[in-house]
């Protein structure tokens, strides 16, 4: 199975920015989606944006449109989720997620969509 490790979490305040990264070891996820979820505490696992194998398809959770931005680089089997004008309510576990699709379907916002899950990596934004 594959095996994907976040980094880059951390503390920031309000209106400050941090990149993400997800890597992927044991083989790579060629011709998988792949997407960021994340999950604060007493709340469900959310959406927060994901992209096609090819990365020309990008979707978003309306409360993060515009301030992130997802990417990928299929040869360094790496996916970052870079994140600007950070918000309190943005605090939370960040995950990486993979897809057992190649594209982006309408069910590509679901947790169940997604098989294989990081460990998580913890993203702080204070006031």
């Known amino acids: 199975q594959v095996q994907l490790v976040e980094s880059g979490g951390g503390l920031v305040q309000a209106g400050g920015s941090l990149r993400l990264s997800c890597a992927a070891s044991?083989?790579?996820?060629?011709?998988?989606?792949m997407a960021w979820f994340r999950q604060a505490p007493g709340k469900e696992r959310e959406f927060v944006a994901a992209?096609?194998?090819?990365?020309?398809?990008?979707d978003y959770a309306d409360s993060v449109k515009g301030r992130f931005t997802i990417s990928r680089d299929n040869a360094k089997n790496t996916v970052d989720l870079q994140m600007n004008s950070l918000k309190p309510e943005d605090t939370a576990v960040y995950y990486c997620?993979?897809?057992?699709?190649?594209?982006?379907?309408?069910?590509?916002?679901?947790?169940?969509?997604?098989?294989?899950w990081g460990q998580g990596t913890q993203v702080t934004v204070s006031s």
């Open positions: 044991g083989r790579t996820f060629d011709n998988y989606a």
């Open positions: 992209l096609s194998w090819s990365g020309a398809r990008k």
């Open positions: 997620a993979r897809n057992s699709n190649s594209g982006l379907g309408p069910r590509a916002h679901l947790v169940s969509e997604y098989d294989y």
